[in-house]
Every structure is written in C-alpha cells, then in structure tokens.
C-alpha cells in the first residue's frame, strides 16, 4: 500500500523559511512523478511543484518559481519542499501526491493525475 507522510510545517514570518518533508513507502513502480499541492482557506487546490523519479527534472507554478524547491532522497524515499521568502499568500495546507506513470514520467501538476495523496501538512506565513 503506498502511503505519504508529509512534516515541517509550522507558523513563519514573512520572508522567512520552511522545509517540507513528504516520507514515501509502498512503491512498485519505477516512473512517478511527486508533486506539492496547497489550498488555502476558501481557494481551491493548487499545484506547486514535482519532480520526476526518471532523472530528477522538476517543474515549478509561477507563484513559487525563485522561492522553493524541490527535491529527493531516494535512499530516503523522501521529496523536500524547501521555501524560502516566504509571503503571507503561501499560507495554505500543503499536500504531497503521487501520480504513477507506465513508462514515460510526465511533468504535470494536474491534480487528476495524481491517485496517491498525503494528509497535508499546515503552513502559516503571519507576522
């Protein structure tokens, strides 16, 4: 069974940093895709970043793109978020998915995509 757990969240100041951790298990195929989502009270889902298991490659929204990253530790099977100057509209809760590819990985942020997902985690970006 492929389970998420993401961590790190918590309450920051503007322009200050975070680092997400989405803990993955159960894994049987070899292309996937993870990505970061958020929803913020009463906005819909957004995706904000993923990266590719093939090769690394990751892909941003515009929103975010100069201020996080993204990025994994296969031998942790962990993906990283890392957020920096961060602004009170990042606040949100924010998901980690799973989207399973059959042979070629696809760089998407679609939410339809993405059949495994995580329990969020909270990020407060307030002064």
Known sequence: QLQLVESGGG?????GSLRLSC???GFTS?????????????KEREGVSCISSSDGSTYYADSVKGRFTI?????????YL?????????TAVYYCAVAIWSRVVVLSLR?????????????TVSS
Request: hydrophobic share 30%.
């Open 111 to 123: 939410e339809d995509a993405y059949g495994y997902w995580g329990q969020g985690t909270q990020v």
């Open 23 to 25: 803990a993955a298990s």
């Open 30 to 42: 070899d292309y996937y895709s993870i990505g970061w989502f958020r929803q913020a009270p009463g």
């Open 82 to 90: 890392q957020m920096n100057s961060l602004k009170p509209e990042d």
């Open 71 to 79: 990025s994994s530790d296969n031998a942790k099977n962990t993906v």
């Open 11 to 15: 309450l920051v100041q503007p322009g």
